[in-house]
């Protein structure tokens, strides 16, 4: 709804990377139209082009800059008025992406996000921007959330809090004061019967190799009363399942005391009227306890499916990358999901070519993978980031032994996880149906539990006959693949 005392600017935002920034994405949404905005999809039609940015690995970070180009040629064909980058990149690099990159009006950092619909305002205005000076956000932050309440620091996804009657085991654990105020506005930019929902923002690890805490900050858990509170909030829009994210979601609850607080509200939220299934990302192997193993693989409505980030399996770069684990533990992990899950989902990231890699190292790496039959595989060359550990670690590879390592892990996972594909025909599944008749009448799209949104395969449903529409839960059996996805049959 636009305020009747402002202006209807048009606004489109451009999001990229992953779904935390879908979430951060949907907050500006909801406070840019509460604030007299008009939202639209296609940025050729808005006046004010935001881009939310990714600042991850340096694919991302071109990708980011050439959006924002993108973005700034509207200007010239004279349809946008100015062009805002947001989201990891601007919060990283702040000034110095402004400087390099004067197509774009302003570059905002976190902190700018409660006060957006002035800043774009002002922007429209003509003012003069100060590009976000950035500093290392672990430094900023207390640990806990009750300190927090006295700290002017913006923690992106934990604006949506909301008075909600929820269960006394969950309302009072780490709550501090009750959530009283207003409710945040989340505006949902794709309608779809999936949506994220973050549990937490930044990450207390310190991977060598990785940037993330120091412009995304310190480990900081939602509230449990927030995050149900938003929850039914998505169930109301139509939301059927629920994809549970941030930078490690086996931390969720450490800093409110309770590490166990996820197994504890998975049930809660699968409660959720209109909800069907929820799903876990984000697992980190060495924090993956029996417990949390048990919660997801037996709680009805929660996906049996485990995204599990083992990054390598060699003990001596595992070390070197500041994270713990061998290939004997991780299998043994396996091993206890799928006693407990049989059919389970497993998908994984993988890092080649790590400083001091050795061809050992990279022998243990591709047994591992062979020997793990996940469902799905990421594989990553390694490439520095500013400001990382691993920056400054002698025993560089040459580009071309990265390359050619990269090549051979590629290709072993497209083999391994068609062949698990394979494993598949004859299950029962059960898919969420997000897109209608694209292979043909009685036919739809949609993805099993084993099936995580957008990274992993896709199924393709068969046979279908009556009513069907998007966000059903159709039963289906499998009875063929291409590649990673599957095809079924509805029963």
Not at 289 to 300: E, Q, Y
Request: proline residues 5%.
């Amino acid at each position: 709804m636009t305020s009747p005392s402002a202006p209807g600017h048009t606004v489109a935002l451009v999001t990229l990377g992953c779904a935390r920034n879908e979430v951060d994405s949907e907050e500006l949404a909801g406070q840019l139209e509460a604030g007299g905005f008009l939202l639209v999809e296609d940025p050729a039609d808005a006046e004010t082009v935001v881009v939310n940015t990714c600042g991850f690995v340096e694919a991302a970070k071109k990708d980011s800059v050439d959006t924002l180009l993108a973005a700034a040629d509207l200007k010239d064909a004279g349809s946008a008025k100015a062009v805002v980058a947001v989201g990891c990149l601007s919060e990283r690099y702040g000034s110095e992406l402004a400087e390099s990159l004067p197509e774009a009006d302003a570059v905002l950092g976190f902190d700018d996000y409660p006060d957006i619909a002035a800043r774009l305002r002002s922007i429209l205005a003509g003012d003069k921007q100060h590009a976000h000076t950035p500093s290392d956000r672990r430094k900023l932050l207390p640990i806990s959330p009750t300190q927090r309440i006295d700290v002017d620091v913006v923690v992106p996804g934990h604006s949506f809090e909301v008075a909600a009657q929820v269960p006394e085991d969950l309302a009072d654990i780490g709550a501090g004061a009750p959530s009283t105020g207003p409710r945040a506005v989340r505006r949902r930019l794709d309608g779809g019967p999936m949506a994220p929902l973050k549990l937490a923002s930044g990450c207390d690890r310190r991977c060598a190799f990785c940037a993330i805490p120091s412009f995304r900050g310190s480990f900081v858990s939602r509230r449990p009363s927030d995050v149900l509170a938003e929850a039914r909030w998505l169930g109301e829009q139509g939301v059927k399942e629920l994809f549970l994210v941030s930078e490690n979601s086996t931390s969720y609850g450490k800093d409110l005391g309770d590490i166990r607080l996820l197994e504890t509200m998975l049930p809660e939220l699968v409660a959720v009227d209109g909800v069907e299934r929820v799903r876990v990302s984000y697992l980190q192997p060495a924090e993956t306890r029996p417990g949390l193993v048990s919660a997801i693989a037996t709680t009805p409505g929660v996906a049996d499916y485990f995204d599990l980030s083992f990054q390598h399996a060699s003990p001596t770069v595992l070390r070197s990358m500041r994270r713990f684990g061998d290939p004997e533990s991780f299998l043994t992990l396996l091993a206890d999901v799928r006693r407990q899950a049989p059919a389970a989902g497993v998908r994984s990231n993988f890092i080649v070519g790590f400083p001091g890699e050795t061809d050992e190292d990279f022998a243990t790496l591709s047994d591992f993978v062979s020997e793990a039959r996940l469902d799905a595989i990421g594989v990553f060359g390694y490439s520095d980031e500013d400001g990382t550990e691993a920056e400054t670690y002698d025993g560089k590879l040459d580009e071309e032994v990265i390359a050619e390592r990269l090549e051979h892990l590629t290709a072993l996972a497209e083999d391994l996880t068609a062949q698990r594909a394979e494993e598949r025909i004859g299950e029962e599944v059960v898919v969420l149906v997000e897109a209608l008749g694209l292979e043909g009448p009685g036919t739809a799209e949609g993805r099993a539990a084993c099936q995580g949104p957008e990274v992993d395969g896709s199924t393709t449903l068969t046979g279908l006959s009556g009513a069907v529409a998007v966000g059903d839960m159709i039963r289906a059996r499998v009875v063929a693949t291409e590649g990673v996805d599957l095809v079924a049959e509805a029963l």
